[in-house]
C-alpha cells in the first residue's frame, strides 16, 4: 500500500522568493516519487522524478526536490518564484516490486504568486 | 519524450446519451493504460487500468457498466460514459507508462492532456 500527504492546500508567496511544497509518502516498496504542474485546463506536466538514482533531483523551471527516506518526504522548492509557476502541484508516488504500477496522487498544493 | 493525446478536448451531451474518449499513445506501444477522473479544485482518481487485450480492472466504487473501457489495440484505449448524467460532468485523463532502463529502471507515466465533459 501506499499514500502521498501533501501537507498544505494552498501555499502564497511573492514574486522573486522562495518557495517550498511539502510533500510526505508512504510505501511499502522502494517507491518512485514525481512532482507534476497542472496550470488551469490543463494536462500535467512532470516537474522531476526520483526513481533510487540520485537523492536530490532537479527538475524543469528552476524546481528540485529532495529525497529523503528517513522523513519519508519529498519536498519541491524553487530559490525564486516566477509569477508563471502558479499552478496546481501534484505529489506522486508509485512503486511496486515489479511490472507497471498505479500512481498515488495528493490532494494537491496551489501555488498562488503575487506581484 | 514519449506522447499521449485524447480526443476530444471538450465534450458537451446532453443527459442520457453516450460519450466515447479516446487515448492514445502516439510513439510507443501501452498495454496498459490508466483512466483518471478529476473533480474542479480536486486531486486525481484512479478509475481503471486498462489491459489491452482483456477485461478492464475497475476500482472500487466505479461502475464497470457505467463507464466502459476497450484497449483494442496496443496504442489505443477508449472510455465510454454511457447514459451520462451531469454529475457524470469532469475532466477525464488517461496515462500510458513506458518503462524506463538504465541502472535504475523505472516506469515512467505520460499523461493525455484530458477531456473535458460537461452533460446538460
Known amino acids: 500500500a501506499q499514500s502521498v500527504t501533501q501537507l498544505d492546500s494552498h501555499v502564497s508567496v511573492s514574486e522573486g522568493t522562495p518557495v517550498l511544497l511539502r510533500c510526505n509518502y508512504s510505501?511499502?516498496?522502494?517507491?518512485?516519487l514525481f512532482w507534476y504542474v497542472q496550470h488551469p485546463n490543463k494536462g500535467l506536466q512532470l516537474l522531476l522524478k526520483y526513481t533510487s538514482a540520485a537523492t536530490l533531483v532537479k527538475g524543469i523551471n528552476g524546481f528540485e526536490a529532495e529525497f529523503k527516506k528517513s522523513e519519508t518526504s519529498f519536498h519541491l522548492t524553487k530559490p525564486s518564484a516566477h509569477m508563471s509557476d502558479a499552478a496546481e502541484y501534484f505529489c506522486?508516488?508509485?512503486?511496486?516490486?515489479?511490472?507497471?504500477?498505479?500512481?498515488?496522487f495528493g490532494k494537491g498544493t496551489m501555488l498562488l504568486v503575487s506581484p | 519524450g514519449a506522447v499521449v493525446s485524447q480526443h476530444p478536448s471538450r465534450v458537451i451531451c446532453k443527459s442520457g446519451t453516450s460519450v466515447k474518449i479516446e487515448c492514445r499513445s502516439l510513439?510507443?506501444?501501452?498495454?496498459?493504460m490508466f483512466w483518471y477522473r478529476q473533480f474542479p479544485k480536486k486531486s486525481l482518481m484512479l478509475m481503471a487500468t486498462s489491459n489491452e487485450g482483456s477485461k478492464a480492472t475497475y476500482e472500487q466504487g466505479v461502475e464497470k457498466d457505467k463507464f466502459l473501457i476497450n484497449h483494442a489495440s496496443l496504442t489505443l484505449s477508449t472510455l465510454t460514459v454511457t447514459s451520462a448524467h451531469p454529475e457524470d460532468s469532469s475532466f477525464y485523463i488517461c496515462?500510458?507508462?513506458?518503462?524506463?532502463?538504465?541502472?535504475?529502471?523505472?516506469?515512467?507515466?505520460?499523461f493525455g492532456p484530458g477531456t473535458r465533459l460537461t452533460v446538460l
Open positions: 510513439d510507443f506501444q501501452a498495454t496498459t
Open positions: 496515462s500510458a507508462p513506458t518503462k524506463r532502463e538504465g541502472q535504475f529502471p523505472y516506469n515512467e507515466q505520460f
Open positions: 506522486v508516488v508509485s512503486g511496486t516490486p515489479s511490472g507497471y504500477s498505479t500512481l498515488t
Open positions: 510505501s511499502s516498496y522502494s517507491p518512485s
